[in-house]
């Protein structure tokens, strides 16, 4: 089967939707399939053009040790340096306007299927058109509902536009053979979007549960920044941008400052993490270290004591964090800021503590809960791999995405 995935985002991006659009991508093409990826320059989440690629020049890359069944096309595009309101949009169209004639060029190609994620879904028609030229089947996987997640966030002052695409991007979604998400709250919005139920499918983040897993020895990230073994490392690891809402963990550590035994460590890049970086430099108890290598993500994971899950209010159900995953995997309880009832919240009840969003004071005292119970933290961080095996294991997601494609390609056969 030929299979064309169109994103902005992939491999070597190492978080968010380029790390599994990535492994997607790979996946299929180890186990036979013939895969052609478009997509953009790896820019995320630095929000700069990595090393040894070229701002404004295509490229083409074909990864030797899949024999030939996975090219990767990538397009220029413009990346901003402070990616907010009209410059992300600008961003977005800069990736959908010069991808366009490579997407074209995919039609003699004949692919069977052609994926699309999202976001962004400025990629949507692009991936419809060609789609239909070729004669294929075509299907949206949606990361984040980006155009409701900025205007809950303010991102974009045109509101009365966002509402308009947000109308159009109902339209767009019906269009599609297939739209799968990433929880099944994200999936129930796609049905009320006016998606008919059986076009839809659930297609979870996942994690690779033999690379990310509990380790009871002391950590390789502990001795390299020179943490006690009794200190209580609280861990926030992932993007540093405004979805998030970061801004509380400095505010954590202000009602922490009594804890001696207790140190947050924020580790990641993003838009926010200069300003955040300021913060923490007032904070002792506050650390701050850079992105790490996937090879050694599995020490930085178990570096925790206890994971802090942070994100807005007003984005939740838009967005499942995907950084979740690894953290549930590690096998160490999660405190997540999250409204009763949302997706979030109900992966980590029995799994860990539900706070309110913005709540610093709850957030501190489920802390301090977990910080002075070990067998606590060891019940819900036994509970969190369960679940992560059961749930999110990579072979069991994406064997049952095969499935749905196989299916798919004979249904329209």
Known sequence: MRVLIYAINFFPEQISTGKYTGELAYWLAARGYQVRVVTGLPHYPQWKVANGYHSWKFCLETPSEFNGHLNIFRSPLWVPRQPAGV???????SFVVLSFPLMLWQVFWRPHVVITVEPTVLCAPTALLVSRLAGANVWLHIQDFELEAAHNLRMFRGRRLLKVLARLEGVVFRLFDRVSSISPAMVRRVVAKGVRQD??????????TSHIFPDSSTSAYRRLLGISETTVVVLYAGNIGRKQGLEIIPQVADCLADRKDVLLVVAGDGAERASLAAMAKQRPNMRMIGLVDSSRLNDLLNMADIHLLVQRGDVEDLVMPSKLTG?????????????????????VMQR???VPPGDA?????????????????K???DAARKYAVCHWGKELVLTQFESELISLEKLSG
């Open 352 to 354: 860990g503590m539900v």
């Open 87 to 93: 410059r992300r949009i600008l961003h977005l169209l």
């Open 361 to 377: 004071v709850a957030v501190a005292g489920a802390i301090r809960k977990l910080a002075d119970d070990a067998w606590l933290r």
């Open 327 to 347: 953290m549930c995997a590690s096998g160490r309880p999660v405190i997540a800021t999250a409204n009763a009832g949302t997706q979030v919240a109900e992966v």
């Open 199 to 208: 076009r839809t499918r659930l297609l979870p983040n996942w994690v690779d």
């Open 379 to 381: 019940l819900y961080g």
